[in-house]
Protein backbone atom coordinates (compact mmCIF):
# COMPACT_ATOMS: atom_id res chain seq x y z
CA UNK A 1 0.00 0.00 0.00
CA UNK A 2 1.37 3.78 -1.05
CA UNK A 3 1.95 5.31 2.42
CA UNK A 4 2.72 9.20 3.45
CA UNK A 5 6.33 8.85 1.58
CA UNK A 6 5.10 7.84 -1.23
CA UNK A 7 2.12 9.98 -1.79
CA UNK A 8 3.93 12.73 -0.93
CA UNK A 9 6.74 11.70 -3.33
CA UNK A 10 3.24 11.96 -5.69
CA UNK A 11 2.18 15.02 -4.84
CA UNK A 12 5.36 16.57 -5.33
CA UNK A 13 5.63 15.18 -8.76
CA UNK A 14 1.93 15.98 -9.65
CA UNK A 15 2.31 19.96 -8.44
CA UNK A 16 5.65 20.25 -10.52
CA UNK A 17 3.97 19.15 -13.97
CA UNK A 18 0.26 20.22 -12.77
CA UNK A 19 0.81 23.75 -12.25
CA UNK A 20 -2.10 25.82 -14.70
CA UNK A 21 -2.67 22.57 -16.58
CA UNK A 22 -6.01 22.26 -18.03
CA UNK A 23 -8.24 18.67 -17.91
CA UNK A 24 -9.33 18.20 -21.28
CA UNK A 25 -10.86 14.82 -20.76
CA UNK A 26 -11.68 12.46 -17.56
CA UNK A 27 -12.85 8.82 -18.72
CA UNK A 28 -13.75 6.23 -15.57
CA UNK A 29 -13.23 2.74 -16.71
CA UNK A 30 -14.28 1.83 -12.79
CA UNK A 31 -17.72 3.06 -11.82
CA UNK A 32 -17.19 1.21 -8.86
CA UNK A 33 -14.16 3.40 -8.11
CA UNK A 34 -16.14 6.34 -8.16
CA UNK A 35 -17.63 7.44 -4.85
CA UNK A 36 -19.42 10.83 -5.73
CA UNK A 37 -21.98 11.79 -8.22
CA UNK A 38 -21.94 15.85 -7.62
CA UNK A 39 -20.35 17.52 -8.88
CA UNK A 40 -20.28 15.34 -11.48
CA UNK A 41 -16.79 13.85 -13.16
CA UNK A 42 -17.74 15.78 -16.48
CA UNK A 43 -17.46 18.92 -14.13
CA UNK A 44 -13.82 18.78 -13.78
CA UNK A 45 -13.51 19.29 -18.08
CA UNK A 46 -12.13 22.83 -19.13
CA UNK A 47 -11.08 22.84 -15.52
CA UNK A 48 -7.54 24.36 -14.24
CA UNK A 49 -5.50 22.49 -11.49
CA UNK A 50 -4.51 25.20 -8.97
CA UNK A 51 -2.32 22.65 -6.95
CA UNK A 52 -1.76 19.37 -5.52
CA UNK A 53 -1.33 18.48 -1.64
CA UNK A 54 -2.01 15.69 0.46
CA UNK A 55 -4.32 14.40 3.57
CA UNK A 56 -2.92 11.56 5.11
CA UNK A 57 -2.63 8.82 1.98
CA UNK A 58 -5.05 11.17 -0.35
CA UNK A 59 -4.15 13.19 -3.10
CA UNK A 60 -5.77 16.51 -3.59
CA UNK A 61 -5.90 17.42 -6.93
CA UNK A 62 -7.50 21.47 -6.46
CA UNK A 63 -9.35 22.89 -10.01
CA UNK A 64 -11.11 25.55 -10.84
CA UNK A 65 -13.46 25.25 -12.87
CA UNK A 66 -14.45 27.02 -16.31
CA UNK A 67 -17.52 28.75 -14.10
CA UNK A 68 -15.42 29.85 -11.67
CA UNK A 69 -15.88 26.99 -8.85
CA UNK A 70 -13.18 25.23 -6.66
CA UNK A 71 -13.40 21.47 -7.40
CA UNK A 72 -11.35 18.99 -5.75
CA UNK A 73 -9.94 15.50 -8.05
CA UNK A 74 -9.26 13.29 -4.72
CA UNK A 75 -8.15 9.84 -5.07
CA UNK A 76 -6.91 6.80 -2.30
CA UNK A 77 -4.66 3.96 -4.10
CA UNK A 78 -5.72 1.56 -1.18
CA UNK A 79 -3.84 -1.49 -1.46
CA UNK A 80 -2.76 -1.93 -4.35
CA UNK A 81 -3.61 0.79 -6.28
CA UNK A 82 -1.03 3.17 -7.91
CA UNK A 83 -0.95 6.22 -10.49
CA UNK A 84 0.84 6.01 -13.82
CA UNK A 85 1.87 9.01 -15.26
CA UNK A 86 2.37 9.75 -19.49
CA UNK A 87 4.06 12.64 -20.84
CA UNK A 88 1.93 11.84 -23.21
CA UNK A 89 -1.15 9.97 -22.83
CA UNK A 90 -1.67 6.79 -24.94
CA UNK A 91 -4.74 7.27 -27.76
CA UNK A 92 -5.39 3.91 -27.56
CA UNK A 93 -9.23 3.05 -25.99
CA UNK A 94 -9.79 1.82 -22.40
CA UNK A 95 -12.27 -1.50 -21.95
CA UNK A 96 -13.79 -1.24 -18.41
CA UNK A 97 -13.45 -4.59 -17.15
CA UNK A 98 -10.97 -5.76 -19.19
CA UNK A 99 -8.19 -3.64 -17.82
CA UNK A 100 -6.85 -2.66 -14.55
CA UNK A 101 -7.21 1.07 -15.33
CA UNK A 102 -9.82 3.04 -12.90
CA UNK A 103 -9.59 6.57 -14.40
CA UNK A 104 -7.87 8.60 -16.63
CA UNK A 105 -7.30 11.92 -17.12
CA UNK A 106 -6.25 14.16 -19.74
CA UNK A 107 -4.27 17.13 -19.63
CA UNK A 108 -4.04 20.25 -22.46
CA UNK A 109 -0.60 19.50 -23.50
CA UNK A 110 -0.76 15.95 -24.45
CA UNK A 111 -0.10 14.24 -20.65
CA UNK A 112 -1.78 12.62 -18.72
CA UNK A 113 -2.46 9.40 -15.61
CA UNK A 114 -4.08 6.65 -15.30
CA UNK A 115 -5.13 5.48 -12.09
CA UNK A 116 -4.89 2.10 -11.67
CA UNK A 117 -5.53 -1.48 -9.27
CA UNK A 118 -4.34 -4.65 -9.22
CA UNK A 119 -5.53 -7.81 -8.46
CA UNK A 120 -9.72 -8.73 -7.68
CA UNK A 121 -10.06 -7.18 -4.33
CA UNK A 122 -10.95 -3.14 -5.92
CA UNK A 123 -10.63 -0.34 -2.38
CA UNK A 124 -9.75 2.14 -4.81
CA UNK A 125 -11.56 5.34 -4.19
CA UNK A 126 -11.86 8.56 -6.29
CA UNK A 127 -13.83 11.74 -4.82
CA UNK A 128 -15.30 14.92 -6.86
CA UNK A 129 -16.28 17.27 -4.51
CA UNK A 130 -15.71 20.98 -3.54
CA UNK A 131 -14.89 20.75 0.10
CA UNK A 132 -12.18 17.89 0.66
CA UNK A 133 -13.54 17.64 4.22
CA UNK A 134 -16.76 15.86 3.12
CA UNK A 135 -14.51 13.08 2.29
CA UNK A 136 -15.38 10.51 5.39
CA UNK A 137 -11.35 9.29 5.40
CA UNK A 138 -10.49 12.46 5.35
CA UNK A 139 -12.18 13.90 7.93
CA UNK A 140 -11.60 11.58 10.65
CA UNK A 141 -8.15 11.97 10.42
CA UNK A 142 -5.71 12.13 12.90
CA UNK A 143 -2.68 14.67 12.74
CA UNK A 144 0.19 14.75 10.14
CA UNK A 145 3.19 13.96 12.05
CA UNK A 146 5.26 16.01 9.46
CA UNK A 147 2.76 19.02 8.77
CA UNK A 148 3.93 20.61 11.29
CA UNK A 149 6.24 17.74 13.09
CA UNK A 150 4.09 16.14 15.98
CA UNK A 151 5.55 17.17 19.01
CA UNK A 152 6.72 14.46 21.90
CA UNK A 153 4.09 16.32 24.09
CA UNK A 154 1.65 15.42 20.98
CA UNK A 155 2.49 12.52 21.23
CA UNK A 156 2.30 11.79 24.83
CA UNK A 157 -1.08 12.55 24.86
CA UNK A 158 -2.21 10.58 21.83
CA UNK A 159 -0.42 7.40 23.60
CA UNK A 160 -1.92 8.25 26.97
CA UNK A 161 -4.93 5.44 28.50
CA UNK A 162 -4.88 3.77 25.02
CA UNK A 163 -5.06 0.12 25.57
CA UNK A 164 -4.23 -0.90 22.41
CA UNK A 165 -0.94 -2.39 20.83
CA UNK A 166 1.20 0.34 19.31
CA UNK A 167 1.84 -1.20 16.28
CA UNK A 168 -1.94 -0.70 15.57
CA UNK A 169 -2.36 2.71 16.81
CA UNK A 170 0.41 4.06 14.25
CA UNK A 171 -1.85 2.51 11.80
CA UNK A 172 -5.18 4.06 13.20
CA UNK A 173 -5.36 7.07 10.85
CA UNK A 174 -8.00 9.14 13.12
CA UNK A 175 -4.77 8.67 15.01
CA UNK A 176 -2.09 9.28 13.33
CA UNK A 177 -2.61 10.26 9.47
CA UNK A 178 -0.53 8.65 6.82
CA UNK A 179 1.33 5.53 8.36
CA UNK A 180 0.79 2.16 7.34
CA UNK A 181 1.64 -0.97 7.26
CA UNK A 182 5.09 -0.89 6.38
CA UNK A 183 6.67 2.04 7.86
CA UNK A 184 5.11 1.28 11.18
CA UNK A 185 6.99 -1.63 11.04
CA UNK A 186 10.21 0.43 10.15
CA UNK A 187 9.36 2.98 12.94
CA UNK A 188 9.27 -0.01 15.66
CA UNK A 189 12.35 -1.66 14.41
CA UNK A 190 14.45 1.60 14.55
CA UNK A 191 12.68 2.70 17.61
CA UNK A 192 13.42 -0.93 19.41
CA UNK A 193 9.53 -1.78 20.36
CA UNK A 194 7.73 -4.88 20.35
CA UNK A 195 4.76 -4.34 17.32
CA UNK A 196 2.71 -5.98 20.59
CA UNK A 197 3.78 -3.60 22.86
CA UNK A 198 0.69 -1.63 24.60
CA UNK A 199 0.35 1.94 23.91
CA UNK A 200 -0.53 3.19 27.34
CA UNK A 201 2.25 1.31 29.20
CA UNK A 202 5.12 2.78 27.34
CA UNK A 203 7.72 4.76 29.91
CA UNK A 204 8.93 8.19 29.41
CA UNK A 205 12.19 7.13 27.67
CA UNK A 206 10.28 4.41 24.83
CA UNK A 207 7.85 7.42 24.13
CA UNK A 208 10.51 9.23 23.33
CA UNK A 209 11.94 6.74 21.21
CA UNK A 210 9.39 6.10 18.98
CA UNK A 211 8.58 9.49 18.66
CA UNK A 212 12.04 10.29 17.57
CA UNK A 213 12.03 7.26 15.07
CA UNK A 214 8.69 8.17 13.59
CA UNK A 215 9.88 11.60 13.02
CA UNK A 216 13.00 10.32 11.45
CA UNK A 217 11.93 7.70 9.79
CA UNK A 218 9.19 9.32 7.91
CA UNK A 219 11.57 12.45 7.52
CA UNK A 220 14.14 10.51 5.50
CA UNK A 221 11.55 8.55 3.43
CA UNK A 222 9.90 11.35 2.11
CA UNK A 223 13.58 12.63 1.18
CA UNK A 224 14.03 9.69 -0.87
CA UNK A 225 10.58 10.15 -2.45
CA UNK A 226 10.69 12.98 -3.53
CA UNK A 227 11.54 14.41 -6.82
CA UNK A 228 11.10 10.79 -8.19
CA UNK A 229 8.93 9.98 -10.90
CA UNK A 230 6.15 7.37 -9.92
CA UNK A 231 7.12 4.75 -12.12
CA UNK A 232 10.74 4.40 -9.42
CA UNK A 233 8.88 5.48 -6.31
CA UNK A 234 7.71 2.20 -5.22
CA UNK A 235 11.32 0.69 -5.64
CA UNK A 236 12.83 3.61 -3.91
CA UNK A 237 10.39 2.20 -0.67
CA UNK A 238 11.55 -1.64 -1.09
CA UNK A 239 14.94 -0.51 -0.89
CA UNK A 240 14.74 1.55 1.98
CA UNK A 241 12.70 -1.38 4.38
CA UNK A 242 14.51 -2.83 6.72
CA UNK A 243 12.65 -5.24 8.37
CA UNK A 244 8.97 -5.34 6.09
CA UNK A 245 9.23 -7.58 3.35
CA UNK A 246 12.41 -8.74 4.75
CA UNK A 247 11.46 -11.72 6.33
CA UNK A 248 14.71 -14.29 6.36
CA UNK A 249 17.18 -11.77 5.56
CA UNK A 250 19.93 -10.60 8.05
CA UNK A 251 18.85 -7.15 10.11
CA UNK A 252 20.76 -4.98 9.19
CA UNK A 253 21.54 -3.57 12.72
CA UNK A 254 22.28 -6.58 14.69
CA UNK A 255 22.52 -9.66 11.82
CA UNK A 256 19.61 -11.79 13.25
CA UNK A 257 16.98 -13.39 11.09
CA UNK A 258 14.22 -10.71 10.40
CA UNK A 259 11.01 -12.64 11.17
CA UNK A 260 7.02 -12.58 10.35
CA UNK A 261 3.36 -12.82 12.00
CA UNK A 262 0.90 -13.45 9.40
CA UNK A 263 -2.40 -12.29 10.02
CA UNK A 264 -5.59 -12.60 7.42
CA UNK A 265 -4.92 -9.95 5.11
CA UNK A 266 -1.56 -8.81 5.86
CA UNK A 267 1.50 -9.37 7.90
CA UNK A 268 4.48 -7.95 10.48
CA UNK A 269 8.19 -7.96 10.19
CA UNK A 270 10.18 -7.77 12.90
CA UNK A 271 13.71 -8.12 14.60
CA UNK A 272 13.87 -10.74 17.73
CA UNK A 273 16.91 -8.96 19.08
CA UNK A 274 16.36 -5.88 18.56
CA UNK A 275 12.37 -5.63 19.66
CA UNK A 276 11.45 -8.26 21.37
CA UNK A 277 14.37 -9.45 24.01
CA UNK A 278 15.21 -12.18 21.26
CA UNK A 279 11.81 -14.49 21.96
CA UNK A 280 9.94 -14.89 18.51
CA UNK A 281 6.54 -13.39 18.68
CA UNK A 282 3.15 -15.05 18.07
CA UNK A 283 2.41 -15.93 14.59
CA UNK A 284 -1.52 -15.56 14.23
CA UNK A 285 -1.81 -18.36 12.28
CA UNK A 286 -0.48 -21.41 15.16
CA UNK A 287 -2.26 -18.95 17.77
CA UNK A 288 0.55 -19.41 20.01
CA UNK A 289 3.83 -18.66 20.83
CA UNK A 290 7.00 -20.17 19.41
CA UNK A 291 9.57 -21.90 21.64
Not at 18 to 28: D, E, G, N, S
Not at 95 to 116: C, E, H, N, Y
Given at each position: ???????????????????????????????????T?????????????????????????????????????I????????????????????????????????????????????????????????????????A????????P???????R??????????????R????I????????????????L?P??????????E??????????????????????P?????????????????A?????????T???????????????????????????????L??
Amino acid sequence: MPEMPEVQGLVDYLDDRLAARTITKTTVASIAALKTFDPPIHALIDAEVRGVTRHGKFIDILTLTSAGDEVHLIFHLAKAGWLRWYDALPATAIKPGRTPIALRIAFDDGSGFDLTEAGTKKSLAVYVTRDAQTVPGIARLGPDPLRPPLSLEEFRTMLAGRRTQIKGLLRDQSIIGGIGNAYSDEILHAAKLSPYAIAATLGEEETARLHQAMIDTLTHAVSVASGKPPAELKDAKRAGMNVHAQAGKPCPVCGDTVRSVFFADRSLEYCPTCQTGGKPLADRRLSRLLK
